[in-house]
């Protein structure tokens, strides 16, 4: 009776923390969102961080931000530790909580910039808001060309990797791992008639970084 009671109370224990845990997740998200300092994300004060979250419970996901344009609360995943926003009609924050190997927690940021080709930036803090040195070696457009398929007796391959030199990728973070997603976008920034030509010979397939140690790790 005693073995049986004793059992009731520990998994009642172990689902009590296991509750408090994802809870802790949210508050974690939300708060460091909230309390992130205004020159990591200027577009947005603390104010109107705080007032999109609060909307978001009651199924409003947009408000008004500092400048007056309409900013929108895209995702927000507080198990995963992710949150998204559309801080204006042509930019993007995304922020996600990550671990490394011992388990300390670091803050990853995104910033993506649509003017009107899409290009990403990426940081890392700690949790008191220090940039902290995460490598990750940002993917250049080339890397996404099958050199080796193009024709040079009908296409000069010079001329493909030259326009090709100028890079416009756009980052995510993976929702439920510790993962980074690259995707090129540099045709987009090409003439038409150019991308016709270039684009037969160019991957659509997005690129996976995986965080080992303190180094982002392109995944075969």
Same mark, same amino acid.
């Given at each position: 009776?005693?073995?049986?009671?004793?059992?009731?109370?520990?998994?009642?224990?172990?689902?009590?923390?296991?509750?408090?845990?994802? /809870?802790?997740?949210?508050?974690?998200?939300?708060?460091?969102?909230?309390?992130?300092?205004?020159?990591?994300?200027?577009?947005?004060?603390?104010?109107?961080?705080?007032?999109?979250?609060?909307?978001?419970?009651?199924?409003?996901?947009?408000?008004?931000?500092?400048?007056?344009?309409?900013?929108?609360?895209?995702?927000?995943?507080?198990?995963?530790?992710?949150?998204?926003?559309?801080?204006?009609?042509?930019?993007?924050?995304?922020?996600?909580?990550?671990?490394?190997?011992?388990?300390?927690?670091?803050?990853?940021?995104?910033?993506?910039?649509?003017?009107?080709?899409?290009?990403?930036?990426?940081?890392?803090?700690?949790?008191?808001?220090?940039?902290?040195?995460?490598?990750?070696?940002?993917?250049?457009?080339?890397?996404?060309?099958?050199?080796?398929?193009?024709?040079?007796?009908?296409?000069?391959?010079?001329?493909?990797?030259?326009?090709?030199?100028?890079?416009?990728?756009?980052?995510?973070?993976?929702?439920?791992?510790?993962?980074?997603?690259?995707?090129?976008?540099?045709?987009?920034?090409?003439?038409?008639?150019?991308?016709?030509?270039?684009?037969?010979?160019?991957?659509?397939?997005? /690129?996976?970084?995986?965080?080992?140690?303190?180094?982002?790790?392109?995944?075969?």
């Amino acid at each position: 009776m005693k073995n049986k009671l004793l059992q009731k109370n520990n998994l009642a224990i172990i689902s009590f923390l296991l509750l408090m845990s994802n /809870i802790l997740y949210a508050q974690n998200i939300a708060d460091y969102y909230v309390n992130i300092p205004d020159i990591l994300n200027p577009t947005l004060s603390r104010q109107n961080r705080l007032e999109l979250l609060e909307y978001h419970k009651v199924g409003q996901d947009s408000i008004t931000n500092r400048f007056g344009n309409q900013a929108r609360l895209v995702s927000l995943d507080s198990l995963n530790r992710r949150i998204v926003v559309k801080n204006t009609p042509t930019s993007i924050f995304e922020m996600k909580i990550l671990n490394l190997e011992d388990k300390t927690p670091i803050i990853g940021i995104i910033r993506t910039v649509c003017s009107p080709v899409c290009l990403s930036s990426i940081e890392f803090y700690d949790t008191a808001w220090n940039q902290i040195p995460i490598q990750f070696l940002m993917p250049k457009a080339i890397e996404w060309a099958d050199i080796k398929s193009i024709p040079d007796q009908k296409v000069d391959v010079n001329w493909v990797k030259n326009m090709m030199d100028v890079s416009f990728i756009t980052l995510n973070f993976s929702s439920e791992n510790q993962f980074i997603i690259a995707k090129n976008n540099t045709l987009d920034f090409l003439s038409e008639a150019d991308r016709k030509i270039i684009a037969p010979y160019i991957n659509s397939k997005t /690129i996976t970084y995986k965080l080992q140690g303190r180094t982002w790790v392109q995944l075969p």
